[in-house]
């Protein structure tokens, strides 16, 4: 039959505003945590990442909060642009009794920013 | 630096048909990743080689493998293709240390 698209989580902001992106996860043994952006017909590209030892990190423009009680990750975007448009995934690396998952990120299912100018 | 690089970016093949999608990473890296992509089930893991060798692979029949060859270079390969199979596929690369990855542009298959 047809595949059902996933329906993304959207969020519209004005340009100059502050942005935030949620991503939930689930496995307690993920150490390794990465926020990418995908603008259309491009690749993933990097924004920020975070070990699970931390609850915060900075970048430019960009922070990333950690919140391992809840497992839940946020990505904050100050002053957000029109050229910040574009599908941002939360990804991670689990940990196994083997030994880290090298080279596997398991991704979320990605939020739509749009930005009105 | 140059980035990875993905060829074909576009192609088009038949239901039964083979299919073989060449990735080039960064200089230096040597673990090459690759993904499925599609509007039903996101970004999936298919597998990963360091050094030659398979270390991970995700939940995918056995149509789809994948090599890399002393270059670091990787191909992969999906046999008797299904229209199912019809997605981005997306390469990246990493250095031995580190857990960032690069992507490429990606291919994009169709399956007819």
Redesign the interface.
């Known amino acids: 039959g047809e595949s059902v698209g996933l329906h993304l989580p959207t969020l519209s902001v004005q340009e100059g505003d502050n942005s935030i992106i949620n991503c939930a996860y689930s496995n307690s043994a993920s150490d390794y945590f990465i926020w990418y952006k995908q603008e259309s017909g491009k690749g993933p590209q990097f924004i920020i990442d975070i070990r699970s030892n931390m609850d915060k990190r900075q970048g430019q423009r960009v922070t990333v909060l950690l919140n391992k009680t809840v497992k839940h990750l946020s990505l904050q975007i100050a002053a957000t642009q029109p050229g910040d448009s574009a599908v941002y995934f939360c990804a991670e690396i689990i940990s196994s009794a083997g030994g880290t998952s090298y080279g596997k990120l398991t991704f979320g299912q990605g939020t739509i920013l749009t930005v009105h100018p | 630096k140059a980035g ?1 690089t993905q060829t074909p970016r576009y192609l088009i093949k038949t239901r039964g048909q083979q299919v073989t999608l060449s990735c080039s990473p960064i200089s230096g890296h040597r ?3 690759w ?1 499925q992509q ?8 298919l597998f ?1 080689y ?1 050094s030659e060798t398979q ?2 692979k ?1 939940n995918f029949p056995g149509r789809f493998s994948g090599r890399q060859f002393s270059n670091s270079r990787s191909e992969m390969n999906v046999s008797t293709l299904e229209l ?1 199979d019809s997605a981005l596929y ?1 390469c ?1 690369s ?1 250095l031995l240390s580190t ?8 291919t994009r298959l169709t399956v007819t």
């Open positions: 990875v673990s090459v990743s993904y599609t509007p039903g089930q996101g970004l999936q893991f990963e360091f270390r991970n995700g199912g997306l990246a990493s857990y960032e990855q690069y992507f490429g542009p990606g």
